[in-house]
């Protein structure tokens, strides 16, 4: 098994700036991608960015040029730059690991406030 243990979340003012990072640990050889998940307010969980032990990142558009995934593989870490906030991106996010085309695990949720 997975697990994936995150951190970095907190209230941050429109424009600003977060970094999220999401630890595995246990069953590491068996991810071959992680990323991260939201869930804003009163809707449902949206994909954000994925990123693959060969290094390819893909985004949801509504994020694009504003953040960046990215991964530490000799701590088994994967990070979530946020920049230039919007109160939209206020959410729970949640970082998920995948085996194949299968979520594996997910971890406990942080939660993202934009807000002045």
């Known amino acids: 098994q997975v697990q994936l243990v995150e951190s970095g979340g907190g209230l941050v003012q429109p424009g600003g700036s977060l970094r999220l990072s999401c630890a595995a640990s246990g069953s590491i050889s068996s991810i071959n991608a992680m990323g991260w998940y939201r869930q804003p307010p009163g809707k449902e969980r949206e994909l954000v960015a994925t990123?693959?032990?060969?290094?390819?990142?893909t985004y949801a558009d509504s994020v694009k040029g504003r953040f960046t995934i990215s991964r530490d593989n000799a701590e088994n870490t994967v990070f979530l730059q946020m920049a230039s906030l919007k109160p939209e991106d206020t959410a729970v996010y949640f970082c998920?690991?995948?085996?194949?085309?299968?979520?594996?695990?997910w971890g406990q949720g942080t939660q993202v406030t934009v807000s002045s």
């Open positions: 990123i693959t032990n060969g290094g390819t990142t």
């Open positions: 998920y690991s995948r085996r194949g085309s299968v979520i594996n695990s």
